[in-house]
């Protein structure tokens, strides 16, 4: 089952000519070399617009270093010692007298301070409509129970147990 081999003569192998033009390959290579050729001229034209336009600062030599630098990293070294004074500071201003603003007389007072005035002054409140099915002097009492609700009471530790 092979195929049969035809031999030719080498006298009758020829190449053909009729699709190859010189022309053609000189155009190709002449537009592959300006093309390269134009990319360097552009990059030229860049390079000298950058260096115009952004000047880098006087050249550094190698025995001084006349260009600054930029800052070092800045890392927090003693974490825990930072919060404790942070904490002291704001304790000390909590339990502390101050001015805030001494234009507007606008001072600060210690917390416990203000919460005994508070106490004495009392809150502010404002007028609410009263629920439903009171009036605007009544007020329900702790000893009366309030109306059933859509409201789930937490598990007791006993529920779900059986003995």
Same mark, same amino acid.
């Given at each position: 089952?092979?195929?049969?081999?035809?031999?030719?003569?080498?006298?009758?192998?020829?190449?053909?000519?009729?699709?190859?033009?010189?022309?053609?390959?000189?155009?190709?290579?002449?537009?592959?070399?300006?093309?390269?050729?134009?990319?360097?001229?552009?990059?030229?034209?860049?390079?000298?617009?950058?260096?115009?336009?952004?000047?880098?600062?006087?050249?550094?030599?190698?025995?001084?270093?006349?260009?600054?630098? @930029? *800052? /070092?990293?800045?890392?927090?070294?003693?974490? #825990?010692? !930072?919060?404790?004074?942070?904490?002291?500071?704001?304790?000390?201003?909590?339990?502390?007298?101050?001015?805030?603003?001494?234009?507007?007389?606008?001072?600060?007072?210690?917390?416990?301070?203000?919460?005994?005035?508070?106490?004495?002054?009392?809150?502010?409140?404002?007028?609410?409509?009263?629920?439903?099915?009171?009036?605007?002097?009544?007020?329900?009492?702790?000893?009366?129970?309030? @109306? *059933? /609700?859509?409201?789930?009471?937490?598990?007791? #530790?006993? !529920?779900?147990?059986?003995?």
């Amino acid at each position: 089952m092979h195929e049969p081999v035809k031999h030719t003569d080498d006298s009758q192998r020829r190449y053909e000519d009729s699709h190859i033009r010189p022309g053609q390959l000189f155009v190709f290579a002449a537009g592959v070399v300006g093309l390269v050729l134009a990319g360097v001229i552009v990059s030229a034209m860049v390079f000298r617009f950058f260096v115009r336009h952004t000047p880098m600062g006087p050249p550094a030599t190698p025995f001084d270093d006349v260009r600054d630098l @930029p *800052p /070092g990293v800045r890392l927090q070294t003693a974490a #825990p010692l !930072d919060l404790k004074s942070y904490r002291e500071n704001q304790d000390k201003i909590l339990a502390g007298y101050g001015w805030v603003d001494p234009h507007a007389d606008v001072v600060r007072i210690p917390i416990d301070r203000a919460m005994e005035l508070m106490l004495q002054k009392g809150y502010p409140a404002r007028e609410t409509s009263a629920p439903k099915g009171q009036t605007k002097g009544q007020v329900e009492t702790p000893g009366e129970p309030s @109306p *059933p /609700g859509n409201v789930m009471s937490a598990p007791t #530790p006993n !529920d779900g147990e059986a003995n």
